[in-house]
């Protein structure tokens, strides 16, 4: 469920119009409803009712400021994967007590900012980050929390780029390995063990991967009590997914997989973390774009929009669908036609949708993208110099850019032309 809807024949952000928000701030630009990320922040805390926990937002998703203060200020934790998100969870006035730090690639300097500002626990994917981290924590007298992110070898049946579990992927360490490195682990300096972590994928869409991978893990966090180790946190990861097209199936709920994890791991008696990203915000999100032209092409009509992969990667990235809707309410029963939805960008992969059926369009008309508010923004840049998309935060009948579109200016400023040249 989120909160963009038609009232009186007008899409609605909550109650503002988007096209008001077009006419003030201009298109693309992403609109985030602060009803919905509040809704589904709610829900999975609701999933986990029945056990000390930490919902640990995943700040890649969206890592605007704003958004993760509101994340924040409603009790959430957060999942960091680089010193700059690190930073950002930070500026958002999330306590480091409530940081997870992920990520395959954390360097020195990426682990020391943590450790001087504070640090719920690190996830720690391999043999050459443990000694690390024992190396630099030792060095400045500071202890490190840690959780070793085991990969189970299951298949999250989604897409490749996004699965992260099977033993062929770059993430954590062999399951099968796992008591060894432990063992390592407890006798290096510089560290305390506290806890398994997991991460299978993203966009998952059914539940059985979960099951699976978590199984393993209770089995696991049994074999490292039996050697001694103190276990008393349960990273269980993110990766449920969403719904990106209204007539598909919808996945599993945040209550059914809270359910799921309870069956699994409910009677170690560890507090549990989950890491949610595109299922808070994904649909929480829209991107908001004009139509440039209208271009009949041989056999097929083209609508240009002034959206483009830069703005929204994921098509061209993932092959993924986006539900593309008019902000105009199409009259029942208004005549429709096959166009290929594309963008300005000097590429054939700038293309977001091939022979969807749209009502007539005109230059000038706007468009929605559903489900953008995940991977949307937070993906994109400035290929063809094209300035970084903007941001909107609606609330009721509010609403504040969070982040402003830059100028031309300001992006020719940042180059700078070497005076040899
Ligand atoms: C990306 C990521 C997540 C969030 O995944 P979603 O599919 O957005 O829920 C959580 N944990 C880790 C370690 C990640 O890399």
Redesign the pocket.
Known sequence: MDHFNYQNGHLCAEDVRLSRIAAEVGTPVYVYSTATLTRHFGLFQQALEWTPHLVCY?V??NSNLAILKLMGDLGAGM?V?SGGEYARAKAAGVPGERIVF??VGKTIAEMRMALEGGIRQF?VESEAELQALSQLADSMGAVAPIAIRVNPDVDAKTHEK?A?GKSENKFGIPIAKAREVYAEAARLPGLQVVGVDM?IG??LTDLDPYRQAYAKMADLVRALRGDGHTITRLDM????GIPYRRDNNAPPLPIEYGQVIRDAVGDLGCEIEI?????IVGNAGILLASVIYLKEGEGRDFLILDAAMNDLLRPAMYGAHHDIVPVNEPTLGAEVSAMDVVGPVCETGDTFQKGTQLPAMMAGDLVAFRSAG??GAAMASEYNTRPLVPEVLVSGDQFAVIRARPSIEEILARDTIPEWL
């Open positions: 995943a890649k998703a999942d994967v992920s990520g996830n996004i992260t991460h993203s966009q990861g993110g990766g449920l890491e949610p990203g595109r299922n995940a991977y």
